[in-house]
C-alpha cells in the first residue's frame, strides 16, 4: 500500500474552503440535543433505511464494537509504515485549531503554550486517502451504521508536551459530530503513559450519564464510571483503533515527548466537521462501499 516516494504524493486539490450546506448545519444543532444514547440509536437506524445498504458480514470486531464503543487493531501498519509516514507528515506545517491567528509552524517549533498542532495538509495526502479507504475499516464503519458510511474527514496532529493544564480535548467529553459516527485512530509515534495516551470509558457510548454537552473533569467521570472503565490507550507507532467517541474520551495532556497521530472520521451522515477541501480522487475508491466527502461527484 505504502510504497517509497509514491507515498508522498499531494492529491490535486480540486476546491478549497468546502462549508458544510445549511440542511447539515440545521440538522447538527438538532442531533447534538439528543443526548439519550438510545433514542440516537434508534434515530440513526431508521436513517439507515434511508441509506444505501452494504452487503456486509459482521465479525467478532462489530460485536466488540459495539459492546464497548471501542477495537483495537494492535499493528494496523507495520513499524516501517509508521515511521514513513511520519517522515512525510513531519515536513508539513502545522497550526493550533484552537489559536488560529497564531499562524503556522513547525510541529518542532511550536509557539509555547501550544497543546495541538494541526497538519491541514493531511487531506490532501494520497498514502492516508488509501488507508481511509481500507477495507477493514470500510466494512466495520458500515456494519456499526447499517448501512454505507460517509468519510467525513482526514485529519492527522502533533499533541505536544509542556504545558501544565489540559486544554479543550485534554478534558473529558462526549463527541456530538454526528447521530452516528465513528472515529479511527492511528498512531503514528510510540504512546506510552507519558506521551498523551488517548483515554476512553468503555460502554460509555451506551450509558445516560454524563450527557452534558460540556468537558468533565477526570474526577467526575471517575466516581460516574468507576476505574475499571478507564482504559488508557497505549500503544506503538502503527496501532490503531476504532473508537465511537460519543462515549466518554480525551486524549491525555502529554508530559513528555510528542504523539503523532491520523484520524479519519466516517459517518452516517455529513458531519459539520467535515475536511474542507475536495481533492482528485484515488483509484481504490468505490462510491459503492463508501461516499467520502473528500471527492466530487455530481
Ligand atoms: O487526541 C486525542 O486522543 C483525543 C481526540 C479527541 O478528543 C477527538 O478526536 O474527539
Not at 462515549?247 to 467535515?274: A, D, E, N
Amino acid at each position: 500500500m505504502m510504497s517509497g516516494l509514491s507515498s508522498i504524493e499531494t492529491l490535486r486539490t480540486r476546491r478549497s474552503g468546502v462549508q458544510p450546506s445549511i440542511s447539515i448545519r440545521v440538522w447538527h444543532r438538532i442531533q447534538e440535543r439528543i443526548r439519550n444514547p438510545a433514542l440516537r440509536s434508534m434515530l440513526s437506524r431508521i436513517i439507515a433505511t434511508v441509506r444505501p445498504s452494504t452487503t456486509t458480514q459482521t465479525g467478532v470486531e462489530d460485536a466488540e464494537l459495539m459492546r464497548l464503543g471501542l477495537f483495537r487493531m494492535p499493528g494496523f501498519i507495520d513499524p516501517s509504515q509508521a515511521a514513513q509516514l511520519r517522515e512525510i507528515l513531519s515536513t508539513f506545517p502545522c497550526r493550533d485549531p484552537w489559536k488560529p491567528h497564531v499562524g503556522t509552524f513547525r510541529f518542532d517549533d511550536a509557539p509555547a503554550g501550544t497543546h495541538v498542532a494541526d497538519i491541514p495538509a493531511a487531506p490532501t495526502l494520497r498514502v492516508l486517502h488509501e488507508l481511509a479507504l481500507d477495507q477493514r475499516l470500510l466494512r466495520m464503519a458500515a456494519a456499526y451504521f447499517g448501512c454505507r458510511p460517509y468519510l467525513d474527514s482526514v485529519q492527522a496532529w502533533w499533541s505536544l508536551p509542556g504545558n501544565k493544564d489540559p486544554e479543550e480535548a485534554e478534558n473529558y467529553h462526549r463527541d456530538n459530530d454526528s447521530i452516528r459516527f465513528l472515529k479511527f485512530f492511528l498512531y503514528l509515534t510510540d504512546v506510552d503513559d507519558m506521551h498523551g495516551p488517548h483515554c476512553f470509558v468503555t460502554e460509555s457510548h451506551t450509558v445516560s450519564s454524563l450527557l452534558d454537552r460540556r468537558r468533565f473533569t477526570d474526577s467526575e467521570v471517575q466516581a460516574c464510571f468507576g476505574n475499571e472503565r478507564l482504559l488508557k490507550i497505549t500503544g506503538c507507532a502503527g496501532d490503531a483503533f476504532m473508537e465511537d467517541t460519543f462515549g466518554m474520551h480525551k486524549g491525555q495532556l502529554p508530559y513528555s515527548g510528542r504523539r503523532l497521530l491520523v484520524q479519519f472520521r466516517y459517518s452516517i451522515m455529513p458531519t459539520v466537521f467535515r475536511s474542507p477541501l475536495t481533492v482528485e480522487e484515488v483509484t481504490s475508491y468505490n462510491p459503492t462501499e463508501v461516499t467520502s466527502l473528500l471527492y466530487e461527484r455530481p
